[in-house]
């Protein structure tokens, strides 16, 4: 069974640095890409970019292009979002999703992030 | 403001036919295909549909999706309880190079 776990709820202040994980099991992590997905209530869902596993081969939305970083270890079956200073404009529900083709056809079940001072 | 449009809010009674629409241009449905998601209250997004019509193993025939020109749209039939939702259309878009969604249209059974 093909699965995507996140890390948990984060709460930071604005300037904290922060990374959040996707494990991906049950499928072979590197022959898919792993797409991030904003959520926010003002603004629904916003692709952030996404990353090939098997070669680190990595796209950003020109949104999110210099916001965040997205990175991967296929020996652990991982990838990353991460944030080298949040902002409180940083604060939504983040999912991953495993690319099958051209659709997500898999998501974690979200990781909820809250920056406030 | 999303770059597909999608009508906010929508409403059926139960057994109803209702469609969603989602409009968008020739950089991203009039050229690539459409994918549908159905987001059920405190949960991740899930595929309804994908390739514009093409239901995954698991999802009911009373859900069907269609495009035409820069446009698509996702039909329910026989409208239950537990359609209440949000849905969402997808495309990929070739001027911004990434994937892009409407702004979620929530699904009332009345």
């Known amino acids: 069974e093909v699965q995507l776990v996140q890390s948990g709820v984060e709460v930071k202040k604005p300037g904290e640095s922060l990374r959040i994980s996707c494990k991906g099991s049950?499928?072979?992590?590197?022959?898919?890409?792993i797409a991030w997905v904003r959520q926010t209530p003002g603004k629904g869902l916003e692709w952030m970019g996404v990353?090939?596993?098997?070669?680190?081969?990595?796209r950003y939305s020109p949104s999110f292009q210099g916001q965040v970083t997205i990175s991967a270890d296929k020996s652990i079956s991982t990838a990353y979002l991460q944030w080298t200073s949040l902002k409180a404009s940083d604060t939504a529900m983040y999912y991953c999703a495993r690319q099958d083709g051209d659709y997500e056809d898999f998501w974690g079940q979200g990781t909820l992030v809250t920056v406030s001072s | 403001q999303s770059v597909l449009t999608q009508p906010p809010s929508a409403s059926g009674t139960p057994g109803q036919r209702v469609t969603i629409s989602c409009s968008g241009d020739s950089s991203n449905i009039g050229t690539n295909t459409v994918n549908w998601y159905q987001q059920l209250p405190g949960t991740a997004p899930k595929v309804l549909i994908h390739?514009?019509?093409q239901r995954p193993s698991g999802v009911p025939d009373r859900f069907s999706g269609s495009k035409s020109g820069t446009s698509a749209s996702l039909a329910i039939s026989g409208l239950q309880s537990e359609d209440e939702a949000d849905y969402y259309c997808?495309?990929?878009?070739?001027?911004?190079?990434?994937?892009?969604f409407g702004g979620g249209t929530k699904l009332t059974v009345l």
């Open positions: 049950g499928y072979s992590f590197s022959t898919h890409w």
């Open positions: 990353i090939h596993p098997g070669d680190a081969d990595t």
């Open positions: 997808a495309a990929w878009d070739d001027s911004l190079n990434g994937r892009v």
């Open positions: 390739s514009n019509n």
